[in-house]
């Protein structure tokens, strides 16, 4: 089978990383293995894309560059600790956030319930 080669322009579209951001990563290591053709055009694999896309989820959790420019070279048994780690951030963050939602909400019903108890009274002189 032969592997499909994806050009830098696909790569800016599946991703939404610029070209600039393209050539740092490969600059600091968060990209390997990026061939070129015989044009010397960057050629990237599906391979480079899910880990490209990695990267974004990486980004959003606020990791840093230095932080992800590591994960290449670590064992399938750390990436698994790091994974674990960071999956725990976010049930955390999520669990934060929604006992914020729920404290919202009752606030809400609270000024909801405040109104409405206003709007009866000023009825009642009408």
């Known amino acids: 089978m032969m592997t499909k080669f994806f050009s830098t ?3 800016i579209e ?3 990383f610029s070209k600039d951001t393209l050539r740092y990563y490969e600059k600091i290591g968060i990209i ?3 061939i070129r053709n015989r044009n010397n055009y960057r050629q990237y694999t599906e391979e480079n894309i899910n880990w490209l896309i990695l990267v974004q ?3 959003k959790l606020n990791i840093s560059t230095n932080e992800i420019a590591k994960f290449p070279n670590l064992t399938i048994e750390e990436s ?3 994974i674990k780690n960071y999956q725990q951030e976010i049930r955390n ?3 934060e956030l ?3 939602d729920d404290k919202l909400t009752v606030k809400l019903e609270a000024l ?6 206003k709007s009866r009274s000023l009825k009642t002189f009408l």
């Open 112 to 117: 909801n319930q405040e109104r409405f108890e």
């Open 32 to 34: 390997s293995n990026v």
């Open 57 to 59: 989820y990486l980004k």
């Open 9 to 11: 322009k696909e790569v």
């Open 98 to 100: 929604n006992d914020i």
């Open 14 to 16: 599946l991703t939404g």
């Open 93 to 95: 963050k999520i669990k």
């Open 80 to 82: 698994k600790i790091y």
